[in-house]
């Protein structure tokens, strides 16, 4: 018995595991060149636990 895609996509249907059949609709975006909104920006860098925007120390000190 051969196991191709096909057949390994007719097990997953038929065992209700849609995850080889259907992908995920949204994944958010890993990519920082591909991020355009400054929002989505934001939210990526609290998810990641990083500060942005990113400041120099010169910056840093400026602003105290």
Same mark, same amino acid.
């Given at each position: 018995m051969n196991r191709? +895609?096909?057949?390994?996509?007719?097990q997953a249907?038929?065992?209700g595991n849609d995850k080889a059949? +259907?992908?995920?609709?949204?994944?958010?975006?890993?990519n920082?060149? /591909?991020m355009?909104?400054?929002?989505?920006?934001l939210v990526r860098a +609290?998810? /990641?636990g990083m500060s942005y925007p990113i400041r120099s120390?010169?910056?840093l /000190?400026?602003?105290e």
């Open positions: 191709t +895609r096909a057949w390994r996509r007719n249907r038929k065992h059949v +259907r992908p995920l609709t949204f994944k958010p975006e890993k920082w060149k /591909l355009y909104i400054r929002s989505t920006k +609290r998810q /990641l120390t010169c910056q /000190l400026d602003q």
